[in-house]
């Protein structure tokens, strides 16, 4: 991450309501982005909250891609992404998506020579079932744009960056509105910027409705300066930590 896109990244939030304190965005020792503290962070203590109007939602995704109404909530989604990217800083949420990874280092980009490291177990055949079968969605998908989108506008490697965006960050609809039956993804900026580490004390609080509420973190022990703060996604498979 660029200095200036995190800073512009972090006012944009804060300039939409959200806000934050005692933690930092810095890369750890083999790149990889990370949050750490900048004071003494105690039990209880709400350090970060983002509103909901941030959220790439799929019910959002579907009011602007009506024309892919047979497709899965993620592919649409995925779509939707690849579109706001390709308008830059006219995109509300270019802030939000200039600050992602440039390249998900997920078996889905892996290439021949990468693949022998995983050669005959579960996760070389899920990888190739999941990528014929995303293949498929691609060229389905750019029979059904939009004939205002330029079907290059979205190649095969963009497709699979912004599919892997979601498979690697999203999160469940329900932390927006708990009482929806909706099992729908949706991107959260800033709560997704917390690496996963098992058995963490973290809670996630929300407040207000779904339109204009908010979600906020409260840190569930104590960090002293410099820890990283971490989140906890519940138990995962290394299959499922790897896609």
């Given at each position: 991450?660029?200095?200036?896109?995190?800073?512009?990244?972090?006012?944009?939030?804060?300039?939409?309501?959200?806000?934050?304190?005692?933690?930092?965005?810095?890369?750890?020792?083999?790149?990889?982005?990370?949050?750490?503290?900048t004071d003494r962070v105690e039990e209880n203590e709400n350090f970060a909250t983002v509103p909901f109007k941030l959220c790439i939602t799929e019910k959002q995704?579907?009011?602007?891609?009506?024309?892919?109404?047979?497709?899965?909530?993620?592919?649409?989604?995925?779509?939707?992404?690849?579109?706001?990217?390709?308008?830059?800083?006219?995109?509300?949420?270019?802030?939000?998506?200039?600050?992602?990874?440039?390249?998900?280092?997920?078996?889905?980009?892996?290439?021949?020579?990468?693949?022998?490291?995983?050669?005959?177990?579960?996760?070389?055949?899920?990888?190739?079932?999941?990528?014929?079968?995303?293949?498929?969605?691609?060229?389905?998908?750019?029979?059904?744009?939009?004939?205002?989108?330029?079907?290059?506008?979205?190649?095969?490697?963009?497709?699979?960056?912004?599919?892997?965006?979601?498979?690697?960050?999203?999160?469940?609809?329900?932390?927006?509105?708990?009482?929806?039956?909706?099992?729908?993804?949706?991107?959260?900026?800033?709560?997704?910027?917390?690496?996963?580490?098992?058995?963490?004390?973290?809670?996630?609080?929300?407040?207000?409705?779904?339109?204009?509420?908010?979600?906020?973190?409260?840190?569930?022990?104590?960090?002293?300066?410099?820890?990283?703060?971490?989140?906890?996604?519940?138990?995962?498979?290394?299959?499922?930590?790897?896609?």
């Open positions: 991450m660029e200095e200036t896109a995190v800073v512009s990244y972090l006012n944009w939030i804060k300039e939409n309501g959200g806000s934050f304190k005692k933690i930092e965005f810095k890369h750890d020792m083999e790149g990889v982005g990370c949050v750490y503290t995704a579907r009011k602007e891609l009506p024309d892919l109404a047979s497709f899965s909530g993620r592919i649409v989604q995925t779509v939707y992404l690849l579109l706001q990217k390709h308008l830059g800083e006219s995109s509300f949420y270019w802030p939000y998506i200039n600050i992602l990874p440039k390249v998900i280092k997920t078996p889905l980009i892996f290439d021949d020579s990468d693949m022998r490291y995983i050669q005959n177990t579960n996760l070389e055949s899920a990888t190739r079932e999941r990528k014929a079968a995303l293949f498929l969605d691609f060229e389905k998908i750019v029979e059904h744009l939009p004939q205002e989108i330029y079907k290059d506008d979205i190649t095969w490697d963009d497709f699979l960056w912004g599919y892997s965006v979601f498979s690697s960050r999203a999160f469940p609809y329900s932390l927006i509105d708990p009482t929806s039956t909706d099992q729908s993804e949706v991107l959260f900026p800033l709560v997704d910027a917390l690496n996963h580490k098992p058995n963490t004390k973290i809670t996630w609080s929300r407040s207000g409705d779904p339109e204009t509420g908010s979600l906020s973190f409260v840190a569930g022990q104590a960090y002293n300066t410099g820890d990283e703060i971490s989140n906890n996604y519940g138990p995962k498979s290394n299959e499922e930590c790897k896609f």
